[in-house]
């Protein structure tokens, strides 16, 4: 397995560590591996933000805060609520239940009880109204 150095933290790591540029046709493998990048690269987002927060308010305004934004939010929260999906049940955990991030991942089988639970009060619920 070939190997390459990384110029920011010097460790020797495969080449699968590094990212690629595409640059006139030819493929270029980076000098910093991408743990080094992604953080150099977070560091430059988080700077440019910081600059820049009235651009981004604006922008925000534009996006996030329209009609159709919310509708869509309110759909797809909708669906997740619906499905029962992993970060729902976890958010349900910590609203309803009072439990914290490190207890539920200490945990996992809360999640699975938490699923049994509103299972049962939504089959419970629809039992009652067909009645
Ligand atoms: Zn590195």
Redesign the pocket.
């Given at each position: 397995m070939e190997s390459k150095i990384?110029r920011?933290?010097n460790?020797t790591k495969e080449l699968s560590a590094f990212g690629k540029n595409y640059s006139r046709g030819v493929i270029y493998i980076r000098n910093?591996?991408l743990?080094?990048y992604r953080e150099a690269k977070n560091a430059t987002n988080r700077a440019y933000m910081a600059r820049n927060r009235d651009k981004q308010k604006v922008w925000q305004e534009r996006h996030f805060k329209t009609e159709k934004y919310r509708q869509t939010t309110i759909k797809r929260r909708a669906k997740y609520r619906n499905e029962m999906a992993e970060h729902f049940l976890k958010g349900e955990l910590k609203r309803v239940n009072k439990f914290d991030e490190q207890t539920i991942k200490n945990n996992p089988e809360l999640l699975e009880f938490k699923k049994a639970q509103l299972t049962l009060k939504r089959t419970l619920r629809e039992l009652k109204n067909n009645q």
């Open positions: 990384c920011k933290c460790q910093i591996c743990d080094c």
